[in-house]
């Protein structure tokens, strides 16, 4: 996790290039590497010792700006198998369901490993995630990515090829983190697993499965009510006085489910419903 994130360019770094149409080109560094463009080649010399924030110019004359990239930048170019978890949804997951630094993390569905580096950035040295992937294919793909961010292997995370309820062995962990087809299927083990006072929380992608997963922690009786919600992305457009929304937004890619571990033995009080009919609660 020591994997340097400020400082001058050196050797062995991920530079990100943005070109004057805002294109962007990752590229590590290497003592007597060239990174060839359309517009000329840049040699990496001339970006090694450089601070952030410098511009080069390829041997064709045109400028690129150039910085260390950012998670986000790096989730959404880095290699796939499946879809990765987009930036705006890795957010929401680490602050709603409160991945601190220091947490023991539980995640299911590694996918491309994207929210695995959320993840590991939020819990810190200190901290651990344990990725369960049922796919070898897959968690191939997700080891090369966050080894590749991170700078090689790190202590604070453990990949385990194989389905979660079969393989699980941990108990008393913070946060359950599931992101797969059938998160109601690992509901029980979550509930073995989490601490009390944990936090489970699931991303799904249709109403279909965003209603059964909320309907089986619910009956599970282990969890507090349910919490469900999405998140929609939309920039604007600022140009002096020309304030306006983007024609564009990232709009609906999944949807977020979170609950809290009760105590064992403890029944959370009966929910209070509104009366068909009427607007007053009881």
């Keep these: ?37 359309h517009k000329g080649a840049i040699p990496h010399s001339d970006l090694i010792g450089l601070p952030e924030g410098s511009v080069v110019r390829s041997s064709g004359g045109t400028q690129y700006l150039a910085f260390r990239h950012l998670l986000q930048d790096y989730t959404l170019a880095m290699p796939r198998g499946a879809a990765v978890v987009y930036p705006k949804d890795a957010s929401m997951i680490v602050g709603m369901a409160d991945i601190f630094p220091g947490a023991r993390v539980i995640e299911a569905g590694v996918g491309s490993g994207a929210l695995t580096c959320f993840l590991l950035r939020a819990v810190g040295p200190e901290g651990h995630v344990t990725s369960y992937e049922r796919r070898e294919d897959f968690a191939d793909i997700a080891r090369k990515n966050v080894e590749k961010f991170f700078g090689g292997e790190t202590d604070s995370w453990r ?61 599970h009786g282990s969890f507090t009510e349910p919490h469900a919600w999405e998140t929609l992305l939309r920039d604007w457009h600022v140009e002096q006085l020309a304030v306006r929304p983007d024609h564009r937004m990232i709009g609906h890619t999944g949807f977020l489910v979170t609950a809290r571990r009760m105590a064992d033995g403890v029944t959370a009080p009966p929910r209070r419903r509104r009366p068909k009919g009427t607007t007053e609660e009881l």
């Design 1 to 37: 996790m020591g994997f340097r994130r400020h400082g001058p360019f050196q050797v062995g770094d991920q530079v990100q290039l943005t070109d004057p149409k805002n294109k962007r080109h990752t590229i590590t560094l290497k003592q007597d590497g060239v990174y060839h463009t």
């Design 159 to 219: 990949l385990v090829v194989g389905d979660l309820v079969e393989a699980i062995d941990e108990i008393d962990v913070d946060r359950v983190i599931l992101d797969m087809l059938a998160p109601w299927e690992c509901v029980d083990a979550a509930a073995k697993a989490l601490t009390p006072g944990g936090v489970i929380c699931c991303y799904v992608a249709t109403t279909t499965q965003l209603s059964k997963t909320v309907e089986t922690i619910r009956d």
